[in-house]
């Protein structure tokens, strides 16, 4: 959610890590952004099909579609805890909740 956050903000570039910044395009880097939100929209129909991010990789594509706000879909998973083994919740370990995308 933070890349769509800092895509909205028109400060992907924040995504990047500062070691590695200076050695690509800029423009390249956003290409990839834009192209990678893009893959993780909601609706199956709204994400290219991988023939085309190869292609939308390997050409300078003048106009590639705004991506949309992406889908992401948290599922609920049974939680053992010693004081009670019938609770349920979402998944989590060390602090980190896990949650699956569905895919195409």
Do not use: Y
């Amino acid at each position: 959610m933070q890349a769509w956050s800092l895509w909205n903000e028109e400060k992907s570039l924040q995504l990047v890590d500062e070691s590695i910044i200076q050695s690509f395009p800029m423009n390249e880097v956003l290409k990839c952004i834009k192209i990678s939100l893009l893959c993780v929209q909601e609706h199956p129909e709204d994400r290219p099909l991988m023939s085309s991010v190869i292609q939308m990789l390997g050409s300078d594509i003048a106009f590639l579609p705004q991506p949309k706000q992406p889908g992401f879909i948290a599922r609920i998973f049974p939680v053992q805890t010693n004081s009670s083994p019938s609770k349920q919740g979402l998944c989590t370990v060390n602090d980190i909740t896990v949650s699956i995308l569905e895919g195409r």
